[in-house]
Each structure stands twice: as structure tokens, then as C-alpha cells.
């Protein structure tokens, strides 16, 4: 699943900010649109843990001390990208709705076409006319279940497929991606984070 930045900057275009808590590393900062909780998302952090809760769902992390350091996007870097992998790494609980990974139906007939094209590699033993019947049959039994019968269905007829000697063996490949909440959340929390810094920035100038 594809994540829109523009989809994003749009959800949060009127977002405000709301310090609650503001101790050090005890914080509790709120994040909503004027007048309504739609859409709206707090902070929350204690020493070595960060708590995401709101409309996307609830996602706890635990890493170093001051949790709002680890997710910080580095200063002078203009290629930066969130390290979604890492982050889900230091996941200590997660929304019970949505969860952090789903199956991705694509990604999944991206793997199947790839083992296919590296078990088939050898013209001399795959003529053309041999793997297109064996393509065939793969799509018809396994990948025809996927629409239908979703993860548990098309791992099954995978599991089960047996064609001109051609079997789906030592698989091991990754067939998630990540949810939508937790993309929403991961984008929430950088944005959110940079928002904070640059309030904290601006009262320090203030007050110098």
C-alpha cells in the first residue's frame, strides 16, 4: 500500500498544537484541529518510551531515553527518509485494529512471479512453451485464490501447488507492508516532533 504525502499534509493542514505536560522527558502534547477531535493524535513520553494514541490508532515505542531524539529528522539532510523497518523494530505494543503490517496482495504475486522467473531461469530445462503452461497453471491455482480467499487461501494452493515437477519450496519471502495507521502515524510523529522543536525554538528566541 502507497502512502500520499499530499493525503497527509492535508489531514493535518489545521492541526494545532497543545502542550499539556512539558517536564523534560515527561511530555503530553496534543495535536488537533480547532474545535473538533477529528483526525486529532497525542504525544505522549516517558523515560526510554514514546505513546502515539488518537484517531489512527495507538502505537507504544520503546528505544532511548528521550524518545523524541530517536524519531528527530537529521539536521542538513535533504534526502532523508523515515526508517520505517527500524522504527517498527522498537514497537512494544500496537493498535489492536489495525496492527502495524497487513498482507499486501501485490506484493505477494510480486513474489510469486519473481521465484517463478529464478526457478525457470535455465532455457535448456524451461523452454518457453514449458513455462507458459506452468505460468498458466500458477495462475489459475495460486494465484486466482488470492482475490478470493485472501492470505490464508493463496499460502494454502502455494503449499499445495505441483506442476511439471515445479513446486514452491523453501519460500521465506515477505508478502507485508505496512498499514496505513501506522504509516499515518510514523508521518504524524516526524511532523509532529519538527513542530514542537520549532515552537520550542521560536519561545527560546523570544525570550533571549
Known amino acids: 500500500m502507497g502512502f500520499a504525502d499530499d493525503y ?56 532511548q531515553y528521550d524518545m523524541f531524539q530517536f524519531f528527530r529528522r537529521p539536521e ?15 514497537l512494544e505494543a500496537c493498535d489492536k485494529g489495525d496492527g502495524f503490517e497487513e498482507f499486501s496482495a501485490a506484493r505477494f504475486r510480486a513474489n510469486v512471479k519473481d521465484y517463478f522467473d529464478q526457478a525457470t531461469a535455465d532455457e535448456e530445462d524451461w523452454t518457453e ?22 492470505e490464508a487461501g493463496a499460502f494454502l494452493a502455494m503449499r499445495d501447488f505441483e506442476y511439471d515437477g515445479f513446486q514452491f519450496t523453501d519460500w521465506g519471502r515477505d508478502c507485508k507492508e505496512y498499514t496505513h495507521h501506522f504509516l499515518w502515524c510514523c508521518h504524524a510523529l516526524e511532523w509532529a516532533i519538527r513542530t514542537y522543536d520549532a515552537a520550542k525554538e521560536s519561545a527560546a528566541a523570544i525570550d533571549a
Not at 20 to 37: A, K, L, N, S
Not at 79 to 85: P, T
Open 8 to 63: 497527509f499534509n492535508y489531514d493535518i493542514a489545521r492541526h494545532e498544537m497543545q502542550v499539556i505536560r512539558d517536564d523534560g522527558v515527561d511530555r503530553h502534547i496534543r495535536f488537533q484541529p480547532p474545535g473538533t477531535m477529528c483526525m486529532h493524535f497525542d504525544l505522549l513520553t516517558w523515560p526510554g518510551y514514546l505513546c502515539y494514541t488518537g484517531d489512527m490508532g495507538t502505537y507504544v515505542f520503546r528505544r
Open 76 to 90: 542538513n539532510c535533504p534526502q532523508y527518509r523515515m526508517d520505517l523497518r527500524y522504527w517498527a523494530e522498537k
Open 129 to 150: 512453451e514449458r513455462k507458459a503452461s506452468l505460468w498458466e497453471e500458477i495462475e489459475n491455482y495460486v494465484l486466482g485464490r488470492v482475490d478470493d480467499d485472501g
